[in-house]
């Protein structure tokens, strides 16, 4: 896509393609930061004969160039002289730009907020009827304003949320849907304005919001009061639930 000439140039692109127009027949030299360059964007120096590179214009009046050696991070003038096929020079014609290549060495944090025992899985009771859940989205006291946040919920299409001074401090929630016996899932990643993506960061949790079944007593098992057996054993029989579970042992088997 084409750098936003109008706002600082700003890009990570280190080898960026410079388009323009001009006379058609006519030849291009591109200065770098005041040298003019040869083929591969490194600037010559005209006084020791070097000849810089003459991009030709089509008939169309286009013109590129692309530079193949990178350019340093940092500001950079770039100014084109056209010159006809009589050896007439245009006046110069210049834009800023601004390389950015280091990608940003703070990463998010995700929560999920109602995950209140914090046990890695959400209840019913924790996500209510409504069939969703919120994760909170945090960064650390390093971040920059004016960075995105790009995330991600449950695999779906990138959402970005530009980092303000609230953000930073409080950080924002986003809303989660939620299905009984998969795993909720949220990525987020921090991206500079020049395009630069930091490490993603991920959490998932794990939904539950079936109540247990088949759940049952078999039986309560009287071990006192019915005698013994040949061998001097108690004699062990379960408690008649069905006639009101009466028993004269005070520690039942269950």
């Known amino acids: 896509e084409d ?13 960026p393609t410079i388009n323009g127009s001009a006379e058609p027949g006519s030849k291009v030299v591109v200065s770098i930061d005041g040298k003019p360059v040869n083929e591969n964007g490194k600037p010559v120096d005209v006084s020791k004969g070097e000849k810089p590179y003459e991009v030709e214009v089509g008939q ?37 730009i601004e390389i950015d290549t280091s990608a940003p060495t703070y990463k998010p944090e995700i929560s999920f907020i109602d995950d209140n025992d914090g046990n890695g899985k959400l209840s019913k009771a924790e996500i209510g009827n409504d069939g969703k859940t919120e994760a909170k989205i945090t960064v650390p006291s390093n971040a920059e304003v004016g960075d995105s946040i790009v995330y991600t919920v449950n695999g779906g299409e990138e959402k970005t949320e530009k980092i303000t001074q ?16 998969q795993k909720a899932t949220v990525t987020a990643k921090v991206v500079d304005p020049a395009g630069n993506a930091g490490d993603k960061s991920e959490a998932s949790i794990d939904v539950d919001t079936s109540a247990p079944t088949g759940t049952t007593i078999d039986s309560i098992t009287d071990n006192v009061g019915n005698g013994v057996d040949a061998n001097g054993n108690p004699i062990v029989e379960d408690i008649d639930l069905n006639n009101g579970g009466l028993t004269n042992d005070n520690t039942p088997t269950i």
Do not use: Y
């Open 166 to 181: 609230d953000i930073k401090d409080n950080g924002f929630k986003v809303e989660v849907p939620v299905t009984d016996g």
């Open 60 to 96: 169309d009046g286009k013109w590129t160039f692309t530079p193949k050696e990178p350019l340093p991070d940092g500001k950079h003038e770039i100014s084109v002289v056209a010159k006809d096929e009589a050896g007439n020079e245009g006046d110069p014609v210049k834009s800023n």
């Open 3 to 15: 750098i936003d000439l109008n706002n600082g140039g700003l890009t990570n692109d280190n080898t």
